[in-house]
Structures are given as structure tokens and as C-alpha cells.
């Protein structure tokens, strides 16, 4: 990779709390309130009820910025069509099998689009800004820079992923930010108003560095890049793969006033590179805590492997749960043409399948020993391809 231009400062400002507090136990903030990728129905489309305990969100949005329509949550009890769907999938994902759904992988990266067939005039101009040369970023759907007026470059590697039936929110996919890139993520961060961003990998992993250190880790922490200035004013632990950091930013607005705005940071470290998790828990839960917060800003190192999984397993899931008739293949598709190489190993894709099974047997539509054998195939699966050399 060539050598990165020198990247505008990032300030750490004085801790300005009486001193750094540890960790709220609990949580004191509240719940806030393209082509087909399925087939529609209208059946029985009274709103879902609430099925199960419901993963409250430890998020409180402000509702001065965050204007978005109200999103139905996943974790509702399925109607009948819904219960019809999900159980069609699931008996068709158990008789399909391991091997198939990988070769149906190796079919799916026949028919996207290769970097030839589509623009990526903006990636080629800025290739100082990109962590990979070979993941370019799709011109149709970047996500354009235009705060704050006047800026040098519009260019950031991100990418939107909306216009697909049943998904409601907005997503946003970028790469985890490198040095000089730190200020750009936050002028997108602020002019998209994002409500969450959630990184789903590591700073370090494996002795080697995946993203820049790009927030104030520490509770009353404050850094300053790009006019803005990110204060870190909780951090909450949930469990030991999960954390939470709620973040205020204060910049000026178009107006030329003060403004300020709430972001929440959730940080989810139980998914290896390039592979995938032996358990689909971890991504339901991360998928449940933050299921109605929009815009979402989603990144890994490359913003294309572990976040284009996840983005495509919370499509799925919400397809399902909208009583549509659900192709895989059609979802990751459909992603790709949007972000590049979403979804990018065929264990992700095989782990998409799995974690939706999970996910039906959640709403009790089959059962965890209808289920079994998938289940022992997918870990034994797994765990070989993890004492292969140079797994990661």
C-alpha cells in the first residue's frame, strides 16, 4: 500500500470531569423510540405483537436530531405468514445442507459485479484515504462529504445501503478509519446525524493494527478533529464481547450556532477476521440492542466481511419477520451492488444461514433439535477451517 498522507490532527483535550469514572454497572439510559430481495405479501399484515422479554436498548437518542419513522422491532411475535415463511426457510436451509449453501456462495461471486462493472472513479482519485486498494467503493452509493462547506475533498470509503424492502433503517458501511481519515469520519458522522456506530472489530487484532483509535476511550475523555469536538461521557459493559460508549459531539451548525449531538458507540469484539463466530448469540444480541437505531454507522476493518454479515443477517431476519419470502442469495446480492464485496467469505455467508436458524428457533418455529445437525455440521465446519494455517 502506498504511503498515507500525513493525516490532520487529532487533539486530546484535558479531562475535564473530576476523574475518570469507572464503568455504569447498569444502564440509566433509556429505549429509543433496488430490487426485489423477496416477495411481498399482505396477509395478516396487522403489527406484531411483542413475543419475548425484549433486549432493551441502552440508548437514549435525542429527539431533536433523530427524526426517523418508527421501526418495528425484530423481536416480535411472528403472525402467521411470518410463521410460515420462517418455517418454509428453515426446512429448506436443513435440506440444502453445509456444502450446498457453499457452493451456492461460489455461484454468488459469478454474478456480482467485479470492479470493471461498476464506477469507482472517486476511490481511484483518493487512494490515500482507502485501507485496501483491492475493495473499491461503489460511486453510485458513497456517501458525499459536504460538511463543512468548502472542505478540499468529499471522499470517504462509505457507502449507503438503503432502497431494500422491509430493511426500514438507514445504513451506512464504511472501513474502520485510518490516521488520516479519523476527521472525515466524524464530519460524516455529524452531517448524517448517525444515532449508533457500531465497530465490529477490534483496534488490535493478532498483533496487528485493524482501525485507528478513533474515539475518547476513557469516560471524560474529549479528542478534537475536523471543528468537532467528541467527548466520551459513559461507558456501559454489558457483557464481556459488548460495550458501550455514549459520545457527545459539539460542532456548528449550518447556521453558525452551537450545536451538539448524541452518538452511541458499541463495540462488539467476538468476531474473528475473515471467519466466523461458532455461536449466532452474540450477533442477535448485538442485532436486538440496536434493531431501531438509525442511521446506523457500521464498520469492521474493511467495512465489507464481518459488517456486510451482519447487515445482510438483520435484512434477513427483518424479511422474515415482514412475512416476505427470504433468498439469502438475493439479499448478499442485492448488498454488493451497494457495498462491494459485502458478505466476503463463503463461512459468512454459511454463518448468515446459521444465525438465522437460531433465529427462528427463537420465535419457537422449529426446534433446537430440528436444528441439531445443521448445527454440528456448521462447528465442526468451523473449527477445521480454524486449525487451517493462517486462519484468522
Known amino acids: 500500500m502506498d504511503k498515507k498522507a500525513s493525516a490532520p490532527p487529532v487533539r486530546r483535550l484535558p479531562n475535564t470531569s473530576p476523574g475518570v469514572q469507572k464503568p455504569v454497572a447498569k444502564s440509566e439510559m433509556g429505549t429509543p423510540p433496488v430490487p426485489s430481495v423477496r416477495q411481498s405479501s399482505n396477509e395478516n399484515s396487522s403489527r406484531p405483537k411483542v413475543a419475548m422479554p425484549r433486549v432493551n436498548s441502552p440508548f437514549k437518542t435525542d429527539k431533536s436530531d433523530c427524526k426517523t419513522p418508527v421501526i418495528l422491532p425484530i423481536d416480535a411475535v411472528p403472525n402467521e ?97 485510518i490516521p488520516n481519515t479519523i476527521g472525515d469520519f466524524w464530519r460524516m458522522i455529524w ?84 471467519g466466523v463466530p461458532l455461536s449466532s448469540t452474540g450477533a442477535l444480541r448485538l442485532i436486538f440492542r440496536t434493531q431501531t437505531l438509525s442511521p446506523a454507522v457500521i464498520h469492521c476493518s474493511a467495512g465489507v466481511g464481518r459488517t456486510g454479515t451482519i447487515v445482510a443477517l438483520e435484512i434477513c431476519m427483518r424479511t422474515l419477520n415482514a412475512g416476505s419470502e427470504l433468498s439469502v442469495y438475493n439479499v448478499i446480492k442485492e448488498l454488493r451492488s451497494r457495498r462491494y464485496l459485502a458478505c466476503q467469505t463463503d463461512l459468512q455467508y454459511l454463518y448468515v444461514h446459521r444465525a438465522i436458524l437460531a433465529f427462528v428457533t427463537s420465535k419457537n418455529i422449529v426446534s433446537n433439535e430440528e436444528i441439531a445437525k445443521f448445527v454440528l455440521d456448521y462447528e465442526e465446519l468451523v473449527k477445521q477451517r480454524n486449525a487451517m494455517p493462517g486462519a484468522t
Request: aromatic share 8%; glycine share 6%; hydrophobic share 30%.
Open 81 to 177: 405468514r411470518s410463521k410460515i415463511v420462517m418455517k418454509r426457510f428453515a426446512v429448506m436451509t436443513m435440506q440444502k445442507g453445509i456444502q450446498a449453501i457453499l457452493q451456492e456462495y461460489n455461484d454468488l461471486k459469478t454474478c456480482c459485479s467485479t470492479p470493471a462493472q461498476f464506477k469507482h472513479d472517486t476511490f481511484d482519485k483518493y487512494q490515500e484515504k482507502n485501507r485496501y486498494k483491492d475493495i473499491p467503493c461503489v460511486e453510485q452509493t458513497r456517501v458525499p462529504l459536504f460538511w463543512p462547506p468548502n472542505s478540499q475533498s468529499d471522499y470517504i470509503h462509505a457507502n449507503w445501503v438503503r432502497g431494500i424492502p422491509d430493511l426500514q433503517k438507514q445504513i451506512i458501511c464504511t472501513q474502520g478509519p
Open 191 to 274: 452531517q448524517e446525524k448517525a444515532i449508533v456506530i457500531v465497530m465490529l472489530c477490534c483496534v488490535m487484532e493478532g498483533g496487528k493494527k485493524k482501525c485507528e483509535q478513533y474515539w475518547p476511550e476513557k469516560t471524560g475523555e474529549k479528542i478534537s478533529c475536523a471543528g468537532l469536538e467528541i467527548l466520551n461521557e459513559r461507558v456501559e459493559t454489558f457483557s464481556p464481547d459488548l460495550q458501550y460508549t455514549k459520545l457527545i459531539i459539539t460542532g456548528t451548525g449550518s447556521d453558525g450556532g452551537i450545536r451538539r449531538h448524541t452518538v452511541n458507540h458499541v463495540l462488539w469484539n467476538g468476531w474473528p477476521d475473515k
